[in-house]
């Protein structure tokens, strides 16, 4: 989530001109050596309202048995809570967000859930290779669906990483720790289709990475991000 000022802005795009490299020797009175600006491209940025309410009468109110308010509260915040996630994700699990070399789909055999054939350790290590060509540096952040970090859990590649050193009970930190990240994201929300319906995951059998800078240093402008899905 990134909190803007306004409701409507724009979002740079930079080149590669900051990868560049440059004749930066000057002789003594010698002309000094400019490089050229970047060329800006931007992306439109619209914000929308949201709201939700959750009606009670006074009556109900005055004879309810349980704090009535305070229900509603929390249930208009995890309304709005989920209903932001689910946007978040329909977005993030959209190919069509990627561009091409960005995204990846499995076959049945490199899937993680066939433990014989798939090497989930050489898929994600290739994945980051391909995004540090892309954007100059390695993915420190992983989103996974709940599928697939059973599938890891589960798999004999990560369990032999571990097998010597503890129960081979596969944690968050341990895939950190395996697989190379800074933080990694399990994504556990569920919605309902209608009142007395079925749950269904909002975070499908994705695995989704992208560098986050982790710091405000004021070079953000000079940060790109990019994800595989």
């Not at 050596?33 to 309202?49: D, R, Y």
């Not at 930190?173 to 929300?189: H, N, P, Q, T, W």
């Not at 269904?200 to 710091?215: C, Q, R």
């Amino acid at each position: 989530i990134v909190p803007v000022d306004k409701e409507e802005s724009e979002i740079p795009v930079f080149d590669k001109t900051a990868f560049l490299i440059y004749k930066t020797e000057r002789a003594l009175r010698g002309a000094t050596n400019f490089m050229k600006p970047s060329e800006l491209s931007k992306i439109p940025l619209i914000t929308g309202e949201h709201d939700l309410a959750y009606p009670i009468d006074y009556r109900e109110g005055k004879e309810s048995m349980y704090p009535l308010k305070m229900l509603g509260t929390k249930t208009v915040v995890n309304g709005i809570q989920l209903r932001r996630e689910k946007m978040a994700a329909d977005l993030l699990q959209d190919l069509a967000t990627y561009p091409a070399g960005h995204k990846v789909t499995l076959s049945a055999d490199n899937k993680w859930t066939n433990k014989t054939k798939s090497d989930p350790i050489e898929q994600i290590k290739a994945a980051k290779s391909q995004i540090r060509k892309a954007i100059g540096k390695y993915p420190n952040r992983l989103g996974l669906g709940v599928t697939a970090f059973e599938a890891l859990q589960d798999h004999p590649a990560i369990i032999e990483r571990i097998k010597y050193s503890k129960e081979a009970i596969v944690t968050v930190e341990d895939l950190k720790r395996i697989l190379g990240f800074d933080e990694i994201v399990v994504g556990l929300g569920i919605y309902a289709d209608k009142p007395n319906g079925q749950f269904f995951d909002l975070w499908e059998d994705n695995a989704i990475m992208a560098y986050v800078p982790t710091k405000s240093t004021g070079d953000e402008m000079m940060r790109r991000s990019s994800g595989v899905n």
